[in-house]
């Protein structure tokens, strides 16, 4: 079993920089992939990007690359989301989640509550 807590969200200006993080309970954490995911108000839940149980690894949705970046510590538990460049457009709640990596791809059966992220013009 694995809870998670996301944090870090807030308002920040158009074009500004926001670091969220995604803590993690649990002594196996580091045997789980991660995904960020967000969901604007009235929009589907959207995948951001992920990244393997070692970090070795990272992989983002064609939208997000180059603006955000995933990283993790394990020792310390915790993946971090890094958003440069924001815009009001990336206005969301964004989630954390972990998982198992299968031969169909990532399967994330542990989820945040969420941490609400407002980009004003």
């Known amino acids: 079993q694995v809870q998670l807590v996301e944090s870090g969200g807030g308002l920040v200006q158009s074009g500004g920089s926001l670091r969220l993080s995604c803590a993690a309970s649990?002594?196996?954490?580091?045997?789980?992939?991660v995904g960020w995911f967000r969901q604007a108000p009235g929009k589907e839940r959207e995948f951001v990007g992920g990244i393997s149980q070692s970090g070795g690894r990272t992989w983002y949705a064609d939208s997000m690359k180059g603006r955000f970046t995933i990283s993790r510590d394990n020792a310390k538990n915790t993946v971090y989301l890094q958003m440069n460049s924001l815009k009001p457009e990336h206005t969301a709640v964004y989630y954390c989640?972990?998982?198992?990596?299968?031969?169909?791809?990532?399967?994330?059966?542990?989820w945040g509550q969420g941490t609400q992220v407002t980009v004003s013009s």
């Open positions: 649990g002594r196996t954490f580091s045997s789980y992939v």
């Open positions: 989640a972990a998982g198992l990596l299968l031969a169909t791809g990532a399967r994330y059966d542990y």
